[in-house]
């Protein structure tokens, strides 16, 4: 799913009204289809062996034996449902996890389904321009011997976990399930600082063209980067809050050694939480600046108007009463009333333009 800003609906693909009237556990695809077709990939290790297999079907997946205590299967795709139901029926997945796996629109959590644990995570990308941020839903399923990992198109979020497996990384080869989910959500994690240094930077940009020239068109990306920081917030309170779970919770498949690390993982978040409201707060009072210059500006144009008009005003008096049908009147019949008159209005004007340049008002 992807979107501009922070909308977490999922565009022109099929809604949660589609679901409508099935049972609970009904397998359909709620989100954008963002892949032509699904993927599978396995990596299976030891600490001393690794077999990585790229699956061009679920059938070839299917008849493949497992060889290596680890396995790590990755799935993207999840618009074909009958790839997804095909997984689930084999790892034996409660179907209230294969519903939420297929339903793009969840919000992070974790859930304790005895022998396994179900993690949902969003995978914030920013376009190459860095206008545009786009949010993919990433599912995690930690069993004793294996981790299941969803994701709606292929992407390179978790390319340096797989990386310090091919490697032989010592403590990731030897650790357990645990440890590569633990792996898997701090790229993720490690993936948002990246993300919110982008828009910390065009922040930066931004401010100081506020603080330069107000202009029109800053409003909107004023806008636009204030819908970015809800949905990077979006994607990290709730993430924040899973990790503080898992550390805090005392599920066998977490072992201590790994609640250490997930510790660690709780600060960065902490951190980026802090470093996104503060983005927020920028956002408002630049918000506040430019409305403030704008205001600014408009009494700027109505006060000289006003000195204007008040300038030709007495200028309109002095004509309106010379065009008066009065037969006598001072000056009517001189040879030099027009000039005289020309001369008045011009005095009473210049009076007021000195008034107005003393008090500053021609500034």
Known sequence: MTHRATNPRAGNGPRRSTKRGLAPGSVVHIGKRRTPEAGISLIEYSPDDLQETIFRSVERSRAHQAHLPVRWLNVHGLHDTAVLTEIGQRFQLHPLVMEDIANTEQRPKVEDYGDQLFIVARMLTLSEDGRTLSSEQCSLVLGNDFLLSFQERPSGSFEPVRERLRKGHAGLRGGG???LGYSLIDALVDNYFSVVERIDERLDILEEAVFESPASA?????????????????????????????????????????RVYLRDV???????????????????????????AMSQRVNQEVRVLAVITTLFMPAALIAGVFGMNFKSMPWLDSPHGFVLALALMAGVAGVLG????RRHWLD
Not at 267 to 291: K, Q
Not at 354 to 357: D, I, N, R, Y
Request: proline share 4%; glycine share 2%.
């Open 177 to 179: 399930v645990d440890l």
């Open 266 to 292: 709780q600060d960065h978040l902490t951190f980026l939480l802090e470093s996104v409201d503060a983005m927020r707060e920028t956002l408002s009072g630049l918000l506040d600046v430019y409305l403030s």
């Open 218 to 258: 800053q409003v909107a990306a004023l806008h636009h980067a204030r819908r970015d920081t809800l949905a990077l917030r979006r994607a990290l309170w709730p993430l924040r809050e899973v990790i503080s779970s898992l550390q805090r919770g005392d599920h066998p498949l977490i072992k201590p050694e790994t």
């Open 354 to 357: 000195a008034l107005f340049w």
